[in-house]
Structures are given as C-alpha cells and as structure tokens.
C-alpha cells in the first residue's frame, strides 16, 4: 500500500506541476497518509503475517454454487460484449453507407 501511495504521490505531483493554481495539497495528504502507515504498529506484523501465510498454506474449497453463478456470469458478459459488438457493426456499416 505505500508503494501505491508513493507512485499516486508522484502522479499527483507531475499534475502539480504542470498546474501549479493546484497548489501542493495532494502531495502533502499523500505524505501524511504514508507517514501514517509508515508508524502504524500493525506494518511490523504484515511480513511475519506474510511468512506464515505462505508457510501454512491450507486447501481452498470451492462453492459449487458461486462457481456455477461465475460461470453463467462469464456467459452472460460474453454474450453481451459479443451483442455490442454485432450492433457497432451493423453502425458503422450504415454510416459508410449513408455517409
């Protein structure tokens, strides 16, 4: 998370720059907020966490029924993307047509 906020405070600086009317109170809550999670007490714990989660690895176990709602779910965007797609092209045949 704080390489997420320094990358974000470098975007967010870049932009400062270029409109310098911003002023710097992004970069500025962006710092505060990585010194916040820099002192957190619970940042020592994440690595020891870390190790023993990929220590322990414990079996998944897979809901039939969230997998057969994933699945229609992937049906169901595919079909529709597939829909956009036939009326994008019925469109743009209709403007080289008419146009």
Same mark, same amino acid.
């Given at each position: 998370? *704080? ?5 974000? &405070? $470098? $975007? ?5 720059? /270029?409109?310098?009317?911003?002023? $710097? ?8 907020? #990585? ?7 619970? !940042?020592?714990? /994440? ?5 023993? #989660? &990929?220590? /322990?690895?414990?079996?998944? !176990? *897979? $809901? ?11 049906? *169901? ?14 469109? !743009? &045949? #209709?403007? !080289?047509?008419?146009?």
């Amino acid at each position: 998370m *704080i390489d997420a906020l320094h990358e974000l &405070k $470098n $975007n967010i600086a870049r932009v400062e720059q /270029s409109h310098p009317y911003l002023g $710097n109170d992004l970069s500025s809550t962006c710092d505060r907020a #990585i010194s916040a999670l820099q002192d957190s007490p619970f !940042r020592q714990y /994440s690595a020891e966490a870390a190790e023993i #989660i &990929k220590a /322990s690895p414990q079996p998944t !176990r *897979i $809901n039939p029924l969230s997998l057969a709602i994933d699945k229609t779910g992937d049906f *169901i965007i595919g079909g529709l993307d597939k829909m956009g797609d036939g009326i994008i092209f019925i469109f !743009r &045949k #209709i403007s !080289r047509v008419s146009g």
